[in-house]
């Protein structure tokens, strides 16, 4: 009785995860980090989607046991784990990469604390990704986004392979705190709010639109302040929660399954519309996160801020020579590397 009910409960999960799944053809999607905490539920979460034919779950260590465990799980998508050796074969024929491989935060880093480790991670696997599956969407969540993404771009531009429609770095999470935090403050179901947030992922480049935030609900300029800090501050609230033990994991593997599940629904021709951080000429930085069409070849337009609040423009204003920065620290890394 209890096992048809949670059948029933992961087909409709499949199914909300996938209502587009009927029409497309199944997707090959690989997850780098598979074995990771956010690696571990996303690799789940993927493995539910009924978009998906073929799951490569990729770790440098513990990926055998995570791929037995999640290839139990009775969807369709074929499951397999691989380990150093297998990367090529992982990547070979994928439709998406997902990468979350990487070191997380402890209290008092910062995201840009953890660029010496991950920078030189992410440049490897997007080398591979260059080699083996140059044509797959990829969604990069590993810290400092504001950083890896440029790593990406360069990279892929190095070996002649870069487009700038496939990568994009996973701000979704950001999305969902906005949305829980304006749904909770404003007495809203959350199911039927939407908030735009746009720049980057980390600080005060994280800028939530609350003033194009639907249903629109005029706040007081102390609570529009304490919960946009509370967006900007959500990675580490939970940093700070955990004590040491990593950073977001749950939240941000349904987050990324919720952006992932997007890309393929546009590879599949029922193109969505979802923020994130990618090429962008919309204002003066390079690489920007903002409102993108996502279709069949990955990003098919990015849309501009439309009209913001004084306070908004002065958030984007302040960001901006971080943001600069941080992009600029990546475009070097591969270029002096
Ligand atoms: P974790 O330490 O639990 O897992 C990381 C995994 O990456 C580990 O299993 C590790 O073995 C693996 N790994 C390390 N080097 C690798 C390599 N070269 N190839 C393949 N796998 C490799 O960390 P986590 O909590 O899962 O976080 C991962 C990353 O995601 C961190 O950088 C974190 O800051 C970032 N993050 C981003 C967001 C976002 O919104 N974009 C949210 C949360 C966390
Ligand atoms: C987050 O926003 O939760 C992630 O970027 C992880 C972190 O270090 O805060």
């Known amino acids: 009785q209890s096992s048809a009910a949670l059948l ?23 997850v780098l980090g598979a074995a990771g905490g956010i690696g571990q ?47 090529a074969e992982a990547l070979r024929g994928c439709d998406l990469v997902i990468i979350p491989a990487g070191v997380p935060r402890k209290p008092g880093m910062t995201r840009d604390d953890l660029f010496k480790i991950n920078a030189g991670i992410v440049r490897d696997l997007v080398e591979a990704v260059g080699k083996h599956c140059p ?15 440029p790593i990406a771009a360069e990279q892929l531009k190095r070996m002649g392979v870069y487009d700038k429609r496939k990568i994009m770095g996973v701000t979704t999470l950001d999305v969902v705190r906005a949305k829980t ?24 480049t994280i800028l939530p639109l609350f003033s194009q935030a639907t249903p ?7 609570v529009l302040e304490a919960l946009t800090k509370r967006t900007q501050d959500g990675g580490t609230e939970v940093v700070q929660a955990k004590a040491g033990k990593g950073s977001a994991t749950l939240s941000m593997a349904y987050a990324a399954a919720l ?79």
């Open 41 to 87: 539920p996303l690799s789940m979460l993927m493995k539910m989607n009924a978009q998906v034919s073929q799951l490569s779950l990729y770790d440098i260590a513990g990926t055998p046991g995570v791929a037995a465990d999640v290839s139990h799980i009775n969807t369709k998508a074929q499951t397999k784990g691989y380990d150093k050796d297998g990367l």
């Open 181 to 204: 935090f304006y749904a909770e403050k404003n007495g809203l179901d959350v199911a039927s709010v939407d908030v735009p947030v746009v720049g980057g992922h980390a600080g005060v």
């Open 259 to 337: 952006f992932a599940d997007s890309c393929l629904r546009g590879l599949n021709g029922t193109p969505a519309v979802e923020c994130t951080y990618v090429e962008s000429t919309i204002t003066d930085a390079p690489y920007f996160a903002s409102k993108v069409k996502l279709s069949t070849e990955g990003v098919d337009k990015v849309f501009d801020l439309g009209t913001l609040s004084d306070y908004e423009k002065e958030g984007l204003k302040a960001m901006m020579p971080e943001l600069l920065a941080s992009i600029e620290k990546g475009v070097q890394f591969v270029k002096s590397g």
């Open 135 to 149: 044509g797959a969407l990829l969604n990069i969540i590993s810290n400092p986004v504001n950083s890896t993404v």
């Open 216 to 222: 629109k609900v005029s706040m007081p300029q102390d």
């Open 8 to 30: 029933k409960w992961a087909q409709a999960a499949s199914r909300g995860f996938a209502a587009a799944a009927a029409s497309g053809p199944g997707r090959k999607v690989a």
